[in-house]
């Protein structure tokens, strides 16, 4: 179902946005600014994002009849996350509401869609996989593509949970009982990577197109823990060949809104695409103190049909997420110069939830 | 009435503000980034502070039951514009509240105390004014004071509302009449001044002192038009200067939070109060995208007893009012690079209404 063509929405618009995150905070502050009302729906009461937007929608995602409420309430609808099931988002993309599109969240729902697409459709780079159903399908897979391997559920993964690696066949076993039973899965091949990278980028409404430059992160326990902008030892072919490969697999979606794209790039240089993520995403978190529109305004714009504005950060930020208790040292943290917090407004600090972040901003030299 | 001594306020705390118009929104924006809750207590429904903050009270500002019931609910509350009636702070003033503190209020509402305050408590310089109740005063004032003069009401005037340039003596029978009938007046000596600048500072609730620098201000029609950061040709010890004077009012008043103080600049480089504002002010809204804490969150912080953190901007910005229709350019502005739009969520673009604004950033050269 394509979108509508909209003009330009002007202020005044409404922007619904399909679950109440951290994302969705940032998202709502971002449409604010532009004078943009925001509905959020999502199924609990309160949460980071209703706590900043002008209406909330409180229902089940598989409440039909509300959802239909919501979209006609909407100028158009936007998500924060792409686990909304399928379903929710349809009822927008039938009003033709949605951006980014249904397409967009089919791909990133699911591993294996997602990496046929990306190496078949959109002709960029991914690790060798193969999908596995069972043990014995598992094994068939390690001896074909060799050890080691990473075993992931297709659907529903995220900050390292459900997934495993296998480094010697006698792991498998092991491995297979730490996923959920009977979830379907892939094999990928391990990726022999010198660090990972990402790309956040924007296409407008008008197929325009807009890139931060390449994002280098580090991720501690299989959750992010700083990204670095700009990203040590990278040149600017590196980084306008990473959004090259990104803009490719957007333009294969006719994507609208900001995509994530995240990298392995190895010692050669060579770039193999790890995931997408079909909205803003943790690693763009420092465009907030950058000097140039934020991922997040940057998202409301191209799905308002907006110019996309600057993309280039006027000065080098360090973002770091604050998880669990590290949320509890913000006050002093709020004494060291050039120091920004954003926090989520959650209420409990539990173990390696993401309650906040920081970035570090220098003037460029 | 002293304020309670409050150790920092923990994310998760509820700041209240008493008013729902822009400064308000811009607040609650800046609160929500370091988790806390906002609650507006304000006359209308909506508006444009309601729209993103977690609470809101709708009740009359005279409504003491309701104004108890926000208190209750607040760990701090403070007011975005200077108009708040007396009485309605006080609630909060009574309960150990209320930053910064009612004596602020007091001073800040009537041009007759506060000019007093400013000359002879806190020993800076203000134009020669006197109290003028009826035409005979004012006869008397300007004959004794000289031309030009300008008559002011002594309360609740703003952007140029309020007031009366007086250039002949034959002049002052139709600037009287021009004003609200048996408002109590000032009139103040005409000051040649060579330019507008304010200073925008915070004292935090231990004493410490914060400031941006020097701002150069041009009204247009007596409404602010632009804010622009350096102010050009200001020498440090000038910008220095002003912020002293700035200081020495807060430190008198026992200040805490963001106070505004407008001078006129004359051509020997001497600075005269014209007015002091006990809150975030519109010549400080280019803070936003300056690289620095901004000053609503220089506000939060100050009245939540966290440090204060950085003034110091590391990019150059111009920031310009959009008044009335000037906010229908939103999207076209939105191409140009560094320019940041702020809109304020107002439904209808009245002749002379503050709309939003728009940052216009560069590096520092």
Known sequence: MPVKALDALPPGSTIGILGGGQLGRMLAAAAARLGFHTHIYCPDAGGPAAEVAGTQTQAAYDDLEALHRFTKTCDVVTYEFENVPAMSARTAANAG???PNAKALDVAQDRLTEKTF??????VAVADF??????HDARRAVRHMGLPAVIKTRR???????Q??????ADLETAFQSLPKDAPCIVEAFVPFRREVSIVAARGADGSHAS?????NVHKNHILHTSTIPAPNTSAALSARAAELAFKIMDKLDYIGVMATEFFELEDGTLIVNEIAPRVHNSGHWTQDAGCVDQFELHIRAIAGWPLGSTVPLLDV?????IGDDANKVTSLA???GTFIHLYGKNEAREGRKMGHVNQVKLKT
Request: charged share 25%; no cysteine; aromatic share 8%.
């Open 212 to 216: 931060y430059p390449l994002i280098e």
């Open 164 to 169: 495993a690696v296998i480094r010697a066949e």
């Open 97 to 99: 509401l949605l951006r």
């Open 318 to 322: 360090v973002m770091t997420n604050l």
């Open 335 to 337: 004494a060291l110069p």
């Open 118 to 123: 990306i190496r078949d459709e959109a002709g």
């Open 130 to 135: 193969r999908a596995v159903d069972n043990i």
């Open 156 to 162: 529903f993964g995220y900050d390292g949970k459900g």
